[in-house]
């Protein structure tokens, strides 16, 4: 007697095309997060290296290494897009030699003391795409896991110019 096979390749399509496409969405968000994390390292990086040039608790140096930070530019015009999405320059932290409450940044060894400047970014929290689209949402029955990655604090130190 003959089997019934039609449509049975259909179905196994739809199984299997439904499991790549979840592991192609869940790498392509992995990627997204370590790009993310790459970027905010490169402008705390570059935030500490041009602080490195100035002189410690200059507050129009401060403000200008949180705008590298944020939007990767010391000059910020009118509706700049932020490096990532969610960075505020409220993130940002900057410790140097001028502030008291910054002691392992203020005069390391001696003949002559080394001042050192601290960039953080604190409180950071990457969004998933498929979040945002809502998808998880949907197939988790609202009830997700994946609704967002908090980053722990990216930092930087560098040595800062003695005046």
Do not use: W
């Amino acid at each position: 007697m003959k089997k019934r096979q039609k449509g049975v390749a259909l179905v196994e399509f739809a199984i299997t095309i439904s499991l790549l496409l979840a592991t192609c969405f869940a790498v392509t968000e992995f990627g997204r997060a370590i790009y993310t994390y790459n970027t905010l390292t490169k402008s705390v990086r570059d935030a500490a290296r041009y602080l490195s040039t100035q002189a410690a608790g200059s507050a129009a140096a401060h403000a200008t290494a949180q705008q590298l930070v944020v939007y990767g530019t010391p000059v910020v015009t009118n509706n700049q897009p932020t490096l990532v999405p969610g960075l505020t320059t409220s993130m940002v932290g900057i410790c140097d030699a001028a502030d008291v409450t910054c002691t392992s940044n203020m005069g390391q060894g001696s003949n002559p003391a080394i001042n050192t400047v601290t960039v953080r970014i604190s409180g950071y929290t990457f969004t998933p795409l498929l979040d945002i689209l809502g998808f998880t949402r949907f197939y988790t029955g609202g009830s997700s896991s994946l609704t967002s990655i908090s980053f722990s604090d990216i930092s930087a130190t560098m040595r800062q110019a003695y005046e």
